[in-house]
Nanobody
Framework: QVQLVESGGGLVQAGDSVRLSCVVSGLTFGNYHMAWFRQAPGKEREFVAAISRTGITTYNTDSMKGRFTISKVNAKTTVYLQMNSLKPEDTAVYYC?????????????????????WGQGTQVTVSS
């Protein structure tokens, strides 16, 4: 059974930093490309960042580039999202996702339909 379990969310203040974790089980982690998406109330799910199965290639949404960093540790079957300089508009449920489709381009990496496994999400609330 494939499981993706996110953690690290909570209530923080604007300007704070938070690191989200997603522990993956039930699949061969090193064969999967990983990503973070987020969904704010009343809005569609949006791409945040992705990382190739080797960890060599990453993609970020332009609006979050420089503030959010994705990384992974294959030995721990864990993917991380380091979020710095948080803003109230970053408030959302953050989801991690896994897929085996090679993320050759930003378009492929950022499309949620390419990801077959999802976590339940972790809430991040940023107060002003």
């Amino acid at each position: 059974q494939v499981q993706l379990v996110e953690s690290g969310g909570g209530l923080v203040q604007a300007g704070d930093s938070v690191r989200l974790s997603c522990v993956v089980s039930g699949l061969t982690f090193g064969n999967y490309h990983m990503a973070w998406f987020r969904q704010a109330p009343g809005k569609e799910r949006e791409f945040v960042a992705a990382i190739s199965r080797t960890g060599i290639t990453t993609y970020n949404t332009d609006s979050m580039k420089g503030r959010f960093t994705i990384s992974k540790v294959n030995a721990k079957t864990t993917v991380y999202l380091q979020m710095n300089s948080l803003k109230p508009e970053d408030t959302a449920v953050y989801y991690c996702a896994a897929n085996r489709i090679p993320i050759y381009s930003a378009n492929i990496a950022s499309s949620s339909r390419n990801y077959g496994s999802w976590g339940q999400g972790t809430q991040v609330t940023v107060s002003s």
